[in-house]
């Protein structure tokens, strides 16, 4: 129910620097991004506004974006019949603002979640494919049980320690707006590693856990789950981008 401004990640900060834009299909809606000549992260639909040449297979040059078809230069800024989308970089992962698709009032950045501090952090980026609904990658990852029962061979002696709020505000053992769970990951053997988790959900696709107790404390897993459009057979499709800081 909270707001994300029409904010989707995209994928990771360092995928988008080189001499070629990184190109995605948001909710239907062809998007390249590239970096311009100042290294700010800029966005717009993929299909070049003089004969539709697909922006995905241009060059960046210096900042500008250069369609292969007949030249045509986008630096960035609003074109006849090429308006930019915003953009931008939380430095681990890049999102596009598409009012058109998200039909909400727009916010002026993203909603990122608190992460540690990246100068003494390491940051993985990891980008899976789906056949679901955004909602589906949500549910399933607020689902605090899932763990113990679809994947035991990397979780045991999973306790849910407190839920979140009911509608009434005074849930038993609530924690807020989080989901507590106590849980031990299977290293190798009986090796195990006990945790302390707590699950939120800042944004409607995107879904955090933070390490508070044990091995790790601080670190964080964001799962953003970002509505690509359906598939040939009209399946819905949906990238998984999880962060690990
Ligand atoms: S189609 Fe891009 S310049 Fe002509």
């Known amino acids: 129910a909270r707001p994300s401004g029409n904010w989707y990640v995209v994928g990771a900060s360092r995928d988008v620097g080189g ?5 995605r299909t948001v909710a239907g809606q062809e998007v390249v991004l590239w970096r311009d ?3 700010r992260p800029v966005a717009g639909p993929g299909i070049c506004p003089h004969l539709g040449a ?4 241009s060059p960046v040059r210096c900042g500008t ?19 930019p989308f915003p953009a931008y970089d939380d430095g681990v992962l890049l999102w596009v603002r598409l009012d058109a698709v998200g039909g909400e009032p727009p ?3 993203p909603v990122v979640p608190r992460r540690p501090d990246p100068a003494r952090a390491l940051t993985a980026v990891y980008t899976g494919v789906g056949v679901c609904e955004p909602e589906d990658v949500v549910a399933n990852r607020l689902d605090p049980w899932h763990g113990a029962w679809f994947h035991p061979y990397s979780f045991v002696d999973l306790t849910v320690a407190g839920a979140p709020d009911g509608p009434d505000g005074d849930a038993e053992g609530s924690t807020g707006d989080g989901f507590t769970v106590d849980v031990s990951f299977k290293v190798a053997g009986r090796l195990v590693v006990p945790v302390r988790a707590v ?6 696709r995107t879904v955090v856990m933070r390490i508070t107790e044990g091995e790790g404390t601080g670190s964080v897993v964001e799962s953003h789950a970002t509505p690509l459009g359906p598939d040939d057979r009209g399946r819905p499709r949906t990238a998984v981008v999880e962060a690990v800081v």
């Open 19 to 23: 001499d070629r834009p990184l190109a």
């Open 65 to 83: 974006l250069v369609c292969h078809w007949h030249g045509l230069a986008l630096d960035g800024g609003p074109f006849a019949g090429w308006e």
């Open 37 to 39: 000549a100042g290294g």
């Open 54 to 57: 697909p922006l995905r297979d």
């Open 107 to 109: 916010l002026r950045a």
């Open 199 to 204: 699950f939120t959900a800042p944004e409607p």
